[in-house]
């Protein structure tokens, strides 16, 4: 594979379905769109944990959350185990980040040549409230929700910042010898939901398409996301033009989040990079809009562990789409394979798989891994998805098991019918080839445990409080208190 740049564009919280490209018409993503249209979209594409620390955790080292015990935000990774920038670095190349890390701090050695204006967790501590699993405080996200509409954030003037970094960066480097990689990433569409006047007066609420389940009558009733909604303070549901308000806005910033990668493809038109420079654009997670009574990351489905991922170069099949499992794990390999850095041991026993040349192949029927131990849960769960079926594994909860050929809304879950029992046994047999979820669930719980010790314990833990979201560079977090019991 020639040797070239490697521009990689991640988001935060883009639901893959609010994606022109993915089917949607409401959708207005006319840059994504057109790079998928010049390049390959990963129709079945998966983050490793649907929550912001350990899925970037992951994507920077190229592991399994399991392996690195990168469990939630309060697990930040602080460059160690080394990852793929400290591979390249190391190879001379010139790796550097701009925006959203969500590391510990900027003081660790993350493997990046240069960090421009990185937003990491807060106060190198990040959510620690979330590291109480049993009997944890609840969380209210309704205001959130009812108070979306139009506006202006700091999340919002922050990725104008970013992009008019990456912007000025890309013409600075634009004659580099040696290839680089450019990670750029944004921090919308993540809440707060508040979208750009102008972008949001351009959304139509009632033309929007409604998530899957979204009507209480046809919540999917399973112990753990019964209690995720009570945990987060979800019921009763909200009313549709609520719903459809909460929309525009996300669909808004999807926009804004689309504008701005529209900005910085066109400076590679610009400043002569088209011909030497690959794309990537994904995200770290999805976000759930109201399907199935959540808002928010955290579950197996659809809306929220599948991510868009679209990748685009002069060599990149136009207009592809690959339906073979993927996840953001093999962006570890892809990454070393586009600028052409060496092999070494380390990159050799990566569990992913390069998807320059995945792309290029007939569809496989691969099995991908994503899991998930933290806040709003007891005990961990775990999902394999592969070409046809996911599997979900709650530990101490019943099973889900959905046919995403004949049912992508997951609105039928097959794991109680007999006639999907050998269906049923075989992914799980399969899990349990990859780990123990039980001693994995139990080591997520004890690390947690210490974490929460190591802070002065749960009293202390408590009256810290938590946030509502990571706050940007120079912004103070909003805690918010919790008992000190």
């Not at 790079?35 to 620390?53: D, H, K």
């Not at 009256?463 to 120079?474: E, I, K, L």
């Amino acid at each position: 594979m020639k040797p070239a740049n490697l521009l990689f564009i991640l988001s935060d919280q883009h639901n893959v379905n609010v994606l022109g490209s993915s089917g949607n018409s409401a959708a207005r993503t006319p840059n994504l769109d057109g790079l998928a249209a010049r390049g390959t979209r990963f129709a079945n594409a998966y983050t490793n944990c649907p929550i912001c620390v350990p899925a970037r955790a992951s994507l920077a080292t190229g592991q399994y959350v399991h392996r690195i015990r990168h469990w939630d935000n309060a697990f930040p990774w602080n460059g160690t185990p080394r990852g793929w920038g400290h591979r390249l670095r190391e190879q001379g190349y010139n790796v550097t980040s701009i925006g959203k890390l969500h590391f510990r701090s900027a003081d660790d050695d993350n493997g990046f040549t240069e960090e421009i204006d990185p937003l990491h967790i807060v106060e190198g501590q990040g959510d620690l409230l979330s590291c109480i699993r049993d009997d944890p405080p609840r969380r209210d996200s309704r205001s959130c929700i009812s108070e979306a509409g139009p506006g202006d954030s700091t999340y919002l003037q922050y990725d104008a910042s970013n992009t008019a970094h990456a912007l000025h960066w890309l013409k600075q480097h634009a004659s580099d010898d040696k290839p680089w990689v450019l990670f750029l990433s944004l921090v919308c569409p993540h809440p707060p939901f508040i979208a750009p006047p102008d972008f949001y007066a351009r959304q139509d609420p009632r033309s929007l398409p409604m998530p899957p389940q979204w009507q209480e009558a046809d919540w999917p009733r399973h112990p753990v996301l019964d209690n995720m909604r009570r945990f987060f303070n979800l019921e009763p549901a909200f009313d549709e033009e609520t719903l459809r308000k909460l929309l525009a806005t996300y669909y808004a910033v999807c926009e804004y989040v689309d504008a701005n990668v529209g900005a910085v493809i066109a400076a590679l038109d610009e400043f002569g990079l088209n011909e030497c420079t690959r794309v990537v654009y994904s995200t770290d997670h999805g976000e759930s809009l109201g399907a199935r009574g959540l808002f928010g990351k955290f579950t197996m489905y659809e809306e929220a562990a599948a991510v868009p991922l679209i990748m685009a170069g002069s060599d990149v099949p136009a207009g592809n789409i690959v339906q073979t499992p993927v996840s953001l794990l093999d962006m570890a390999p892809t990454i070393l394979e586009a600028v052409d850095a060496r092999p070494d041991d380390w990159s050799e026993q990566l569990p992913g798989q390069s998807l320059w040349s995945l792309m290029q192949e007939p569809d496989q029927d691969r099995s991908v891994l994503s899991e998930y131990h933290t806040v709003g849960t007891r005990h961990g769960y775990f999902m394999l998805r592969d070409l046809r079926y996911k599997y979900v594994h709650y530990v101490n909860g019943p099973p889900q098991l959905f046919d995403l050929i004949d049912d992508p809304r997951e609105v039928r879950d097959l794991a109680g019918l007999p006639e999907f029992g050998p269906v049923l046994e075989k992914r799980e047999s399969r899990l349990r080839s990859m780990l123990d979820p039980e001693a994995v669930d139990a080591q997520a719980r004890a690390d947690q445990r210490a974490r929460v010790e190591a802070f002065g314990g749960e009293a202390t833990v408590r009256a810290r409080g938590t946030f509502a979201n990571s706050p940007v560079p120079g912004e103070e977090p909003g805690f918010r208190r919790y008992d000190s019991r």
